[in-house]
């Protein structure tokens, strides 16, 4: 017996060691899993880091004499930060980057496709060989889905015209990046502004209100409800308050093509001038 129970506790390190073990690498599997499935939901959206990375190097050969390793040596234009004469795609892009521009201030480049997409990747990820290239569709595109199968406008408002259910997006190209609208079209939940979160208070008369939060201080909140009327509650008049941090916006369905196209149209609204 004494041996037996010699052999046990001698081996139950061993069998605890080895439990630990499976259960490390299942919990390393897991998250692996999870980081994957959410990199997958990104993964039509955006250009790849070798993608950036080739650019890079594309750009510094081919651009930067003229554009400056900045980006900003051509008047009214700054490819670093995004800005061009006029609204441009990606395919608006390569193009230009073909044909050239200005009567041949700045020739056309005779590159191979997979040059012609780093060129584009490494523009749209801001010149972070590090950073995140998204996808951007044509404008026109993007705004019939805006306006249509998108159902946007149901909800946003834009240069005085829809609906305040939603914050407006006058000026969204302007506050947001293309990493951010991408973000918040995928994921509404991980862009979500604090400021814009859905409230529900309940009023001493039994009265529920429901809106999207304008502003809060420690006495009072300020919403729209869905009726778009403005409304300034008193916190201590209510029986209830809450703030919820899901948006009433669902991840949109539309496909990594059309995502592309209305990121493209959201880019071009910067308010009215």
Known sequence: MRVMVSKIRHRMPSFISLSIFWLSA????????????????????????????????VYVAECALCHQRSGSGVDGVDLRLGQFRRPLSDNDLREVITTGVSNGRMPGLDLRQDELDGIVAYIRAGFDPSGIAVKVGDAARGQMLFEGEGQCSSCHRVNGRGP???????DIGVVRTPAALQRTLLEPSSA??????????????????????????TYTVQLIDSEERLLSLIKSDLVEYEVSE????????????????????????????
């Open 246 to 273: 899901t948006p009433t916006m669902e991840p949109t369905t539309l496909s990594s093509d059309e995502v592309a196209d209305l990121i493209g149209y959201l880019l071009t609204l910067e308010g009215l001038r």
């Open 192 to 217: 979500l502004l604090p400021i814009n979160r859905p409230v529900r208070a309940v009023t001493r008369d039994g009265q529920t209100i429901r809106g999207r939060r304008l502003n809060e201080d």
């Open 164 to 170: 305040r259910v939603a914050p407006d997006l006058s």
């Open 26 to 57: 299942f919990l390393v599997l897991l998250t692996t899993t999870e980081q994957s499935l959410a990199q997958s939901a990104y993964a039509d959206h955006q250009y790849t880091s070798e993608d950036i990375e080739a650019g890079s190097r």
